[in-house]
């Protein structure tokens, strides 16, 4: 299930020309800022792109910054108790232009925010560290989001866009504005061994949302936050239908957090390009809304198909499983409203839950009825004495599951 492709992420080549932060009069104090020492730094060692690759040391201390840009065969890598702090004032993020398969900032009209951490069109992108720490200072951002006081979508901590070969591994990520690591039409990318915590009541802090990208390998990370663990996704409405890039080939192996409102493992809602062959095995969920989650709404249209997930245990979860169509807001009153998502052949077994609320949820549309959904060996510790299982629109086989599934779910013997 993708170990073939995933071992071939792992190959990092060295680089063969190295500086530090402080090379660039960078000052780890915590209070002075230093994006014009990160950029300087930067486009000095993009000289060197065709001779063998850089890095930029960031050594410890605590090196406030707004927004930067990466370059291609370069490697940010953070030390130990070097932290990477994102400036509090939003003038600092610049506001740049919305992706073209959302059309719009994903909050409000108009621009977004760039991530602190940002590249574009690029080849060959580390970012790693001895564990050292992305701090992206979010309090300011939520408080903006809860007042109303955005003028733009809030930035992420890292986007790259149009990237090739990408890693972003041994990471502590805290605190994020938005969501933490968002690869973007990217293929071949590797993200392992990372620790993403924003406060379980921050608002839209996902772990890692790879989106129309292929080939992604996610592993060995923990994440405990606001939002979604991880999130696959692929435009949004009629401009991600437009834009037409879906995700496919997406490993999701050996993660575990919590989340106390939303997932640990979502598609959607935003998959209008599509999104297939995803592979999520070994995944550990204590104290979420909901285990598994698909999730799209009319609009949407896009396709959710060769979803493969198995080796799951959950603890304290109000819903086990759950798949809608009925989610989500739209861009603008542009978008169809007859474009269904299609959403078929999912195959999720191997389930053990303990303190769940529901077993299971499954809310289609009439016409465009989820199908060919399997569910085998699972084992739900169900508290609710209410509705256990809830089905609509539904079709697809169960083996060996307890609770007893919805009928539409036909039991094989």
């Not at 930029?56 to 090196?63: A, E, H, T």
């Not at 590797?190 to 989106?211: C, F, K, M, V």
């Not at 129309?212 to 405990?224: A, K, P, Q, T």
């Not at 739900?380 to 539904?394: E, G, M, P």
Request: with cysteine; glycine share 10%; net charge negative.
């Amino acid at each position: 299930m993708g170990k073939d492709f995933c071992s071939k992420l792992r190959i990092l080549p060295k680089r063969t020309h190295m500086a530090s932060i402080k090379d660039f009069g960078g000052v780890g104090d915590g209070k002075t800022m230093n994006t014009q020492a990160f950029h300087d730094a930067i486009s000095y060692l993009s000289s060197f792109a065709n001779q063998g690759g850089s890095q930029l040391y960031i050594p410890p201390g605590g090196w406030l910054t707004g927004s930067f840009n990466v370059t291609s065969h370069f490697t940010l890598f953070v030390d130990k108790d070097a932290t990477i702090l994102g400036s509090q004032n939003p003038i600092d993020w610049p506001v740049v232009d919305p992706l073209p398969s959302y059309g719009r900032g994903r909050e409000l009209p108009g621009g977004r925010h760039m991530s602190l951490i940002h590249g574009n069109n690029l080849t060959d992108v580390i970012i790693t560290g001895n564990n050292g720490t992305i701090d992206g200072q979010g309090q300011v951002w939520w408080e903006l989001f809860e007042n109303g006081s955005l003028d733009y979508t809030r930035g992420h901590l890292v986007e790259l866009v149009n990237t090739k070969d990408l890693v972003i591994s041994n990471l502590t990520f805290n605190n994020s504005p938005f969501w933490n690591i968002h690869p973007v039409y990217c293929r071949n990318v590797l993200i392992q061994y990372l620790t993403i915590l924003a406060p379980i009541e921050s608002h839209n802090t996902d772990g890692i949302d790879p989106d129309s990208s292929s080939r992604v390998c996610i592993e060995d990370c923990y994440v405990e936050n606001g939002d979604d663990l991880v999130s696959v996704k692929s435009g949004w409405d009629e401009y991600g239908i437009r834009y037409g890039r879906p995700s496919s080939k997406i490993v999701i192996r050996r993660l575990r957090g919590a989340t106390r409102s939303s997932a640990g493992v979502a598609i959607g809602s935003e998959m209008s390009g599509g999104v297939s062959d995803v592979y999520v095995y070994d995944l550990k969920v204590g104290h979420a809304s909901t285990g598994i989650r698909i999730k799209s709404s009319p609009g949407r249209g896009g396709y959710v198909k060769d979803v493969y997930v198995s080796n799951v245990v959950l603890r304290n979860v109000k819903t086990a499983i759950a798949f809608t169509d009925l989610y989500g807001d739209h861009p603008d009153d542009m978008y169809d409203p007859t474009a269904f998502p299609h959403i078929h052949t999912v195959y999720i077994q191997n389930v053990q839950g303990d303190n769940i609320t529901m077993a299971g949820n499954f809310e289609g549309i009439p016409g465009y009825p989820f199908h060919d959904i399997f569910l085998r060996n699972i084992t739900l510790n169900v508290t609710s004495t209410k509705i256990v299982w809830n089905c609509s629109y539904l079709t697809g086989y169960s083996e060996s599951v307890f609770p007893q599934p919805c009928p539409e779910l036909v039991q094989k013997k």
